[in-house]
């Protein structure tokens, strides 16, 4: 189900909060206020270098990569709820970071909550999922490509290879193994202290 294009939200939601599934930059730089804090994990997707980033990471002269849900196996990641009365809110503010360039499609999509008092729950949560049909979107490039990608390209927020790191420290203080990830960091040459 996607979402009211002016980031307003069904009526439901409006009630009881906005859950949010983050898997990248949204682990370890949420920005936005939340109420609870929980894992989850997205079915029928997975974390993936598959978009171009042209502004965050790199730029139209030199791209860099950042991660999208793409689709097929699973991702494990974090829910954030966020109150109802900022709800709307944190909309515009994921909108304004995360669609630059409309590279992702904003969805809600069943999240199950793991571990803790909550385990198994299923959320609808706001999910965004990279856009197939966007020129941004890549889904061929070599390991050692992407690799070499990340370690040179640098964009408005910073570092390609600070983002790749800082994806896989929080991950790794939460629990969450990626091991893709984390040979991607080995190929560029760039470890990082655990």
Not at 13 to 28: C, P
Not at 114 to 139: K, M, S, W
Request: glycine share 10%; with cysteine; proline share 3%.
């Amino acid at each position: 189900m996607a979402l009211h294009p002016s980031g307003a939200l069904h009526e439901e939601d409006a009630r009881r909060g906005l859950w949010v599934f983050g898997y990248g930059s949204l682990i370890w730089n949420p920005v936005f206020d939340y109420v609870e804090q929980v894992h989850g994990r997205c079915a029928g997707v997975h974390r993936s270098f598959c978009v171009r980033s042209v502004y965050h990471r790199g730029s139209y002269q030199k791209p860099g990569l950042v991660l999208g849900l793409d689709g097929g196996g699973s991702c494990d990641g974090v829910l954030y709820r966020v109150a109802p009365k900022i709800a709307s809110d944190v909309v515009r503010y994921l909108r304004r970071r995360e669609q630059v360039t409309r590279v992702y499609r904003e969805m809600y999509r069943n999240v199950e909550v793991t571990g803790g008092p909550q385990d198994g729950r299923i959320v609808r949560a706001l999910c965004f999922v990279a856009e197939r049909n966007h020129a941004q979107y890549i889904n061929s490039l070599s390991l050692t490509t992407q690799a070499a990608i990340i370690r040179d390209c640098c964009g408005r927020s910073g570092r390609n290879i600070d983002y790749l790191i800082s994806t896989l420290r929080h991950l790794e203080e939460l629990g969450i193994d990626d091991p893709l990830l984390q040979r991607i960091l080995n190929m560029t040459g760039c470890h990082y202290q655990k």
